[in-house]
């Protein structure tokens, strides 16, 4: 009797049912591996994040407060205008630079406060703004320039930008405008 009570239920499943119930069963059995499915044929497979844990590199801390401190903030202070003249330009392309380290984060967003540290961030995020720093060195130096650079690099991942007062807006429109394409 409780043998029929089974067999009944099992055929109140329909195939996409049990097809579900599989699936579930197999991503539950191990731990580590995560079930996926092939986008070219459409089967379940399985993926090892373990393994491709195991071989990825890790951060390095001490590498980046190297690419951090004596990387982009020394370049940008030794490269950027000086003098309280210059300085809401350095502070708009530093906000430019923040946004980008922070995974578009702004402190427009918060008030003035970002909610995130761009010393933190991830290490291939670092070397990419450090080797826009170091072409801009090594080629115009134009401030303007550099903020375009950021800008338009935060355009491409769809961070957006700072939203200013309407005095720093035109100062920021004027700079883009300046810069050399």
Known sequence: MAQNKKVKKQD???SADMERLELLQKANEKVGKQLTINSGSGSPEEVDE???LIGKEFENPEEKYKIYYIGIRKLLMGYLPKGK???EVRDI????????LNLG?????N???????????????????????VKWVGDSQNPFNLYR???????????GHEEYDKTSLSIAKAMY????K
């Open 149 to 159: 650079e950021f800008f338009e690099l935060n355009e491409k991942h769809g961070y």
């Open 111 to 133: 008030k003035g406060i970002r909610k995130s540290d761009g010393r933190m961030t991830f290490q291939p995020t670092m070397n990419e703004i450090l080797d826009i720093i």
């Open 12 to 14: 109140e499943f329909s």
């Open 105 to 109: 984060n702004r402190k427009s967003d």
């Open 177 to 180: 405008k300046l810069s050399e």
């Open 93 to 100: 392309i530093y906000d430019e630079k923040n946004i980008f």
């Open 85 to 87: 003249k210059f300085k």
């Open 50 to 52: 373990l393994r491709q």
